[in-house]
């Protein structure tokens, strides 16, 4: 599979909600709203990356980088192109402009027991906190955000 990554705008935001609703599903309360994505995109400091394989979306990173910290905000991938290493590549994406634009603090938060954990951990990141009950599913359930910093 050829992937292309590739810095985009509210123009694929369509494909954004549909790979986020299909890769988040609603039961953790992790997805953001249409309304919250299209409200980010053009604030300063704000990336959203996504990779195609020249026919459909498969998978997208939204990030800020704001003078020495960058943060991850949204990654995901279409399940459909899970495990084809859409999400590393975009997640290298990410960290390659951290550096570009001289970070010092690379950092994101996932919730607990989130299987990405072992993609960021492989990459570099290291966790670095805990926030008790942040997400809410729609069961009504509470869990608990890790914060990760990349230590390289």
């Avoid at 899970?82 to 997640?91: A, I, Y």
């Avoid at 607990?112 to 359930?141: K, L, M, S, V």
Wanted: aromatic content about 10%.
């Amino acid at each position: 599979m050829t992937i292309a990554i590739f810095e985009s705008d509210a123009r694929h935001l369509d494909q954004v909600m549909t790979v986020m609703t299909t890769a988040f599903g609603d039961s953790y309360g992790e997805a953001w709203t249409r309304s919250q994505c299209a409200g980010i995109l053009p604030m300063d400091g704000v990336t959203l990356m996504v990779a195609d394989d020249g026919e459909d979306l498969l998978g997208f990173a939204l990030y800020r980088i704001i003078l020495t910290d960058a943060e991850l905000l949204l990654l995901a991938v279409s399940p459909a192109a899970q495990g084809n290493g859409v999400g590393r590549k975009l997640l290298a994406q990410f960290i390659e402009d951290a550096k570009k634009k001289g970070t010092s603090k690379i950092h994101l938060e996932v919730r607990d027991g989130n299987p990405a954990i072992r993609i960021y951990e492989a990459a570099g990141f290291a966790p670095a906190g805990r926030r008790r009950n942040y997400y809410r599913g729609t069961d009504g359930c509470q869990y608990d955000a890790l914060t990760f910093v990349f230590t390289e």
